[in-house]
């Protein structure tokens, strides 16, 4: 339920609230995010792994460049590229799936056959900090190209809130809504393509890492691979969802989607990989099980609420959505007050803090670091959710007001 802001662009985007802390948070951000990616890492590397060590364990100047990962990171964003330039069609065996999930199958394969050829994958463990140096170097590149390029597009093609004037917000937040060269749509691209598989093949290094070290794979190494691939596999195969979300139809492309896209997601949400490589956990089956089973009531009520949104988008007469109750508004679309979105108003979120606990288990409790990602994704979705309530207040108004009398908690039942 989140608003299609382009109806709005007409009005001045130098009126509009600046969010993220503004022209401070657009410095501070910039510099503290890269760092922080270095010291997770970097922490994760060390036998403490304590986050509350100062000094914090940094690398050396000389272990922060290596050739290697840059030809690395190049290749596999131009193997991506190349991808998102071809039809599915070309490729027989996934020729019915979106074509972000095709990208995934077809990454599968490659990395299948270079292990099978005797690729040291396990390699990746020992270019995670200058990978992640190259992934911060190319998103700064690229944004500074956006923000020049924003000024030969359109004035109906800028994003309402990267336009203020303020050089260094705008940079931060992006002035382009969706920058595009040809019908290459970049923004598009890099939300769920290089990044994301990223992720899966940073984890998947992981794990053959920890075949080198010890001639297995440990179970919670399993267990943290396979939670995350089946979440990427879920965001590919409903990639067209995401067109839907407040990235896409509400945010500029600038440094703060392409620094969360390109380094933040597969150097952070690959974490618990990382950590288990130098610190292995033992779980039991039974541990193992609750494990699994919190995975999935996360996965389930994620998936079908966002199923049923999505649903109820594109044909709200279907026989899945047609008896749920609604609210009309102002704008003539209808708010759904029943089913998962009766039960609160974002229930995709609270499946989302499921799994992301569910992935930080495996871990164990003897380290917070591990627990990075569910302390943060927690922030983040509520953060996200104030934007999406401000957003869908402004649009909807008194049927808003309407909907969240009937619907009074946010995220978590009775809590929230």
């Known amino acids: 339920m989140r608003p299609n802001s382009q109806g709005l662009k007409h009005k001045s985007s130098h009126d509009t609230e600046r969010e993220f ?40 100047t000389d272990h922060l460049w290596d050739p290697l990962a840059l030809m690395v990171l190049l290749g596999w964003i131009s193997l991506h590229a190349l991808l998102y330039l071809t039809p599915a069609t070309a490729f027989t065996f996934v020729c019915l799936s979106p074509s972000g999930f095709h990208g995934l199958c077809i990454s599968g394969v490659l990395l ?46 800028l994003a309402l809130g990267g336009n203020t004037g303020n050089p260094l917000y705008d940079f931060f937040i992006g002035r382009e809504l969706n920058p595009r060269i040809g019908n290459f749509d970049l923004k598009y691209f890099c939300e769920l393509r290089p990044g994301l598989i990223g992720w899966v093949v940073i984890n998947l290094g992981m794990l053959m890492k920890e075949v080198e070290l010890r001639g297995s794979p440990s179970l919670a190494m399993i267990l943290v691979n396979c939670f995350q691939l089946l979440y990427v596999a879920d965001a590919l195969w409903n990639e067209e969802a995401v067109l839907t979300t407040m990235d896409i139809v509400h945010d500029g492309f600038g440094f703060m989607l392409v620094f969360g896209d390109l380094a933040w997601v597969p150097f952070t949400y690959s974490l618990q990989a990382a950590f288990l ?38 044909d ?22 029943s089913g998962w979105w009766g039960l609160v108003r974002h229930p995709n979120y609270l499946g989302d803090l499921l799994m992301a606990l569910a992935w930080s288990l495996p871990c164990g409790f003897s380290h917070l670091l591990p627990y990075f990602y569910v302390i943060y994704f927690t922030i983040l979705l509520i953060h996200r959710e104030d934007r999406d309530e401000r957003q869908c207040r402004a649009k909807y108004g008194l049927a808003w007001d309407t909907y969240c009398r009937r619907v009074p908690y946010r995220i978590f039942p009775y809590i929230y």
Not at 114 to 136: K, N, Q, R, S, T
Not at 147 to 156: G, K, V
Not at 281 to 301: E, H, K, P, R, S
């Open 21 to 60: 802390g503004g022209t401070l948070g657009a410095i501070c951000i910039p510099v503290f995010l890269p760092l922080t990616v270095l010291f997770l890492i970097s922490v994760s590397r060390c036998p403490e792994a304590s986050v509350l060590k100062w000094p914090p364990s940094l690398p050396s």
């Open 112 to 157: 299948l056959l270079l292990v099978g050829l005797g690729a040291p994958l396990g390699y990746l463990f020992e270019l995670l900090v200058p990978l992640a140096v190259c992934a911060i170097a190319v998103s700064f590149l690229f944004s500074v190209y956006l923000y020049i390029r924003s000024f030969c597009a359109p004035s109906d093609a």
């Open 277 to 314: 490589v130098v610190h292995p956990q033992a779980l039991t089956f039974l541990g193992a099980a609750a494990i699994i089973a919190l995975n999935g009531v996360g996965y389930y009520i994620f998936r079908k609420s966002n199923s049923q949104k999505n649903q109820f988008r594109r």
């Open 316 to 337: 709200p007469s279907h026989p899945s959505v047609a008896r749920l109750e609604t609210i009309a508004t102002a704008t003539g679309k209808r708010l759904l007050v």
